[in-house]
């Protein structure tokens, strides 16, 4: 009878066995151990391994690039990675020349080929990007073998013997902070002597302007007394004039009410009436409201102004005392200054007048049109309403409105007057009776009898009289 062997790995191993019933390899921690199978013990322990990588930049600049790497085999839940470790790797001692000259490979050729892509100055610089695409890169390259790399620590670059870029870039760094501080030191004494007589004039000149300022401070409390005292009255006539608008307004709106309230009895008869005098109301109330206003802002600036030209020729006369000459001048500028600013005020005024009036006149139209909209809108609802009472009998609803506005009426009238004056005279005329046995004589000489009486009439009624050749018609006085 065959006894299988109890295998156990320890706790940085792993059992590779191989042999009957398995294919390839089979990983495990612990396994019995058959005959035809084989095991060995994997160690999966990471180790440091320490390289100096020679490589050139973009400039063609040489250097050394001390590096240390923790790399050992890479552990996921397939054991793909371990599999590929044991099959590849795990022969060897991973202290081994093989192993660390198969990682120092990699990490050679990967290093300089990124480095041919930067300049000394990308590589001195960007140390942790430069570190991060090394490390990626070699990742990729030990992946095939089941490596993983748990720590890269790269260190100062060194320079190579001959080509020394590292210790001239620190000897001018090194110059550059001497002669910065240099720099710095003569700006400070510099500084220093400046700020000395800086403070020396700020003193005197600050000393100067706070007894200016004293005077001035004296000169104008007493103009902002005067200028409250202004401004309280200002306001006291501003709210006596709020209330005569309100006044003013609270008549308007009881007008408006009683307007109002006739309106409501009356409204078949004078609506369109009633609705203008309500509106004309509206008007006089905004008119002599907007008037109040005007008379109220007119009177604020004309009491500000004054309390300002006060206050002004006060502050004038304190600093004609410091600054005489310049004063003077300035006093000159402030009061022509005024003057243009009063003139703008009545300008504003009198422009803030028309504008008013000019609202008020097209406000009036408005209105008119509107009454005018509505009186024609009532008649359309009158006349739809009569149309539909008269099943919609055109005809009829135009002899309707035709005998309702007296139409009929005025034109008879019309025609009255027409004919008015006129004398119509009627003649009869009696042809000659020639009988059965009459001639064509006898119808000839009665033709000629009608044209008298005929040519007659004519000149009567038109004043036209009849060719000479003809014949002449003699009135009753000639005969």
Same mark, same amino acid.
Not at 103 to 106: A, E, S, T
């Given at each position: 009878m065959v006894i299988p062997q109890y295998i156990v790995a320890g706790p940085s191993e792993m059992l590779a066995i191989t042999g009957s019933g398995i294919n390839e390899i089979k990983l495990k921690k612990k396994h019995f151990l058959w005959p035809l199978q084989k095991c060995s013990r994997l160690d999966i322990s990471p180790v440091n391994y320490s390289f100096e990588v020679q490589a050139m930049s973009a400039e063609k600049l040489p250097f050394v690039l001390p590096a240390v790497f923790t790399i050992g085999p890479q552990l996921d839940e397939n054991n793909e990675s371990l599999i590929k470790y044991a099959q590849l790797v795990s022969n060897h001692d991973k202290n081994s020349n093989h192993v660390k000259e198969l !990682? @120092? *490979? #990699?990490i050679e050729g990967e290093t300089r080929v990124l480095a041919a892509s930067m300049t000394m100055e990308q590589i001195f610089k960007g140390t942790k990007e430069f570190k991060k695409e090394v490390f990626e890169k070699v990742q990729l390259e030990l992946n095939q073998f089941g490596l993983y790399i748990y720590n890269a620590n790269v260190k100062q670059l060194v320079d190579v013997p001959g080509h020394e870029y590292f210790s001239y870039l620190g000897q001018k760094t090194q110059m550059e902070a001497a002669n910065q501080a240099k720099i710095d030191v003569a700006e400070a004494r510099m500084k220093g002597e400046i700020g000395s007589k800086q403070r020396d004039g700020e003193t005197k000149q600050n000393a100067a302007k706070i007894d200016a300022e004293t005077m001035i401070i004296s000169t104008r409390r007493q103009g902002e007394g005067k200028k409250e005292e202004v401004k309280v009255k200002t306001e !006291? &006539? #501003?709210f006596e004039n709020q209330r005569e608008a309100e006044v003013? /307004? +609270?008549s308007a709106e009881l007008a408006k009410k009683k307007a109002g309230w006739s309106q409501t009895a009356r409204l078949a008869e004078v609506e369109a009436e009633k609705a203008v005098a309500i509106r004309e109301a509206e008007l006089?109330? /905004?008119?002599? @409201? &907007? %008037? +109040? =206003?005007a008379q109220? +802002? @007119? =009177? %604020? +600036?004309e009491l500000l102004s004054q309390a300002n030209v006060e206050y002004d020729v006060k502050v004038q006369e304190a600093n004609s005392e410091l600054y005489k000459r310049q004063k003077e001048a300035e006093a000159a500028l402030f009061e022509s200054q005024k003057k243009a600013e009063a003139q703008k005020a009545i300008a504003d005024a009198e422009f803030y007048s028309r504008q008013q009036a000019a609202n008020s006149e097209l406000y009036a139209k408005q209105k008119e049109a509107e009454g005018v909209a509505a009186i024609g809108k009532a008649q359309a609802v009158y006349l739809g309403s009569i149309l539909k009472e008269l099943n919609h009998n055109y005809s009829a609803l135009r002899d309707y409105l035709m005998i309702n506005n007296g139409i009929y009426q005025d034109i008879a009238n019309i025609n009255a007057q027409a004919v008015n004056g006129m004398q119509p005279k009627i003649s009869i005329w009696s042809g000659a009776d *020639? *009988?059965?046995g009459g001639s064509g004589l006898k119808d000839v000489a009665g033709m000629y009898r009608m044209l008298p009486p005929l040519l007659q009439t004519v000149q009567e009624q038109t004043g036209m009289q009849p060719p000479a050749w003809l014949g002449t018609i003699t009135t009753d006085e000639s005969k």
């Open positions: !990682v @120092k *490979g #990699i !006291v &006539k #501003i003013v /307004e +609270a006089q109330m /905004e008119v002599q @409201k &907007k %008037k +109040a =206003l109220t +802002a @007119k =009177l %604020k +600036a *020639g *009988g059965e």
